[in-house]
């Protein structure tokens, strides 16, 4: 990640007038602050929302910020990076979970289904609209996204479908649809948390 950073920013330089560039560079500087709070003990991956956002480099969320800024200042309509920059950059002022603006999050992944149409796009999009309208409004999204051919295999799909049914309190269902996610993944800590998170109770904790 390092490298490319620099990277990133020495093309920055080179072409300092061109937006998509400081789009790029504001998403790897966003998504590199948060590099000490995804992982915890024993590799297992922390989800964003579980993050502790005093472990960020908030040096980076700035200079983030900043590229993202320049980025919109130069550019009409913003291009694909910018607009996963913006998105990171929301989640970015949030200080807790529960301050994070999911309309706005929903209009720039609206934005971005528009530019660069794909069936992962839309995935977040369905996470974006179960944060801001509730899990039945995602889980509908979800459910027209299951046949999508180039997802089989994804195990996001399932991963997402199963926290919006333990939202719901369908247990069960969230408990199978978390195994199957981790039957597909080829992380192995990553495998060991959806596993974890399969042991739902009907009390919607886990066993």
């Not at 990277?7 to 998403?27: F, Q």
Request: hydrophobic content about 45%.
């Amino acid at each position: 990640m390092e490298n490319a950073l620099r990277l990133g920013r020495i093309l920055a330089g080179l072409v300092p007038d061109e937006p998509e560039v400081h789009g790029l560079v504001a998403l790897m500087e966003i998504q590199a602050s948060r590099t000490r709070a995804r992982v915890g003990r024993g590799g297992k991956p922390i989800p964003l929302l579980e993050q502790n956002r005093a472990r960020w480099d908030w040096v980076l969320v700035g200079r983030g910020l900043a590229a993202l800024e320049r980025a919109e200042r130069l550019g009409h309509e913003p291009g694909p990076y910018t607009l996963q920059a913006a998105i990171a950059a929301v989640h970015a002022r949030a200080r807790r979970p529960e301050d994070t603006d999911w309309g706005r999050i929903l209009a720039l992944y609206d934005a971005l289904a528009q530019i660069a149409p794909s069936p992962i796009v839309e995935l977040n999009r369905a996470v974006a609209v179960g944060m801001a309208y509730g899990p039945e409004a995602g889980l509908e999204l979800v459910d027209a996204l299951v046949g999508e051919p180039t997802l089989q295999t994804y195990h996001l799909l399932p991963a997402v479908r199963a926290d919006l049914l333990a939202r719901l309190g369908r247990h069960d269902e969230a408990s199978a649809e978390f195994l199957r996610a981790a039957s597909l993944t080829r992380n192995a800590p990553e495998r060991e948390l959806l596993r974890e998170r399969a042991r739902i109770g009907p009390d919607g904790c886990r066993g």
